[in-house]
């Protein structure tokens, strides 16, 4: 893979990035707190930030805005084992719960905020195509991985690699959801072992 040479970030770019933690930080604060963010004034937000209204607006354009660039933020740092595990052609099953385990621990830290996209996208076309591209960088990468793994001979070449890592993708992502609304923590390590082994199975490696 080439190298890629990152700029570093000057002033601006970092203080755009104290604001966005501020405020990712003060409306998860109030979602804890059990604020709806449908019906959670920018006023609140702002003050809960310890900002001005001018100030979120000079960096947000409106909720839905600010809700994709914070959400953007948090799944950067929640999905990049997975993404470094799709990538890893060498990567096993024990690695795969391994990193479903960092991924639902990630979810349960967040949980409020993506509770609040889910929401928000039932709704806002704008932030439901924000999550479906979201989840299509991850389901591209399966499905290369996937083909991958075809043209190796490790799995079946009458394997459709599309669907499947469609299948895999969005199921994922529904089964966590549903997993983290009704079970406790306690159950997340059996619940992983066997969502591993599932995921392990429709990529044609059992």
Not at 5 to 26: I, N
Not at 48 to 54: L, S
Not at 167 to 184: M, N, S, Y
Request: net charge negative.
């Amino acid at each position: 893979m080439p190298s890629v040479t990152r700029q570093s970030r000057g002033p601006r770019d970092e203080r755009r990035a104290a604001v966005e933690q501020q405020v990712l930080e003060a409306v998860e604060r109030l979602l804890v707190e059990g604020e709806s963010f449908t019906s959670l004034p920018i006023q609140r937000i702002a003050e809960e930030a310890g900002m001005a209204r001018t100030t979120f607006y000079g960096h947000f354009r409106d909720k839905p805005t600010l809700l994709m660039r914070v959400t953007a933020t948090t799944t950067r740092e929640l999905f990049a084992g997975s993404r470094a595990w799709v990538r890893d052609d060498d990567s096993t099953l024990p690695q795969l719960e391994e990193m479903l385990l960092e991924v639902i621990r990630g979810y349960r830290e967040h949980g409020p905020l993506l509770r609040a996209l889910n929401e928000v996208a039932g709704y806002e076309p704008e932030v439901a195509a924000f999550w479906r591209e979201t989840m299509e960088v991850f389901e591209s990468l399966l499905c290369q991985r996937l083909e991958r793994d075809q043209a190796a001979g490790r799995i079946s070449a009458e394997l459709d690699a599309a669907t499947t890592a469609t299948f895999v993708a969005w199921g994922l992502e529904r089964t966590f959801a549903v997993h983290l609304e009704t079970k406790p923590e306690a159950e997340d390590e059996r619940f992983v072992k066997g969502v591993a082994a599932a995921m392990w199975a429709a990529m044609g490696r059992a």
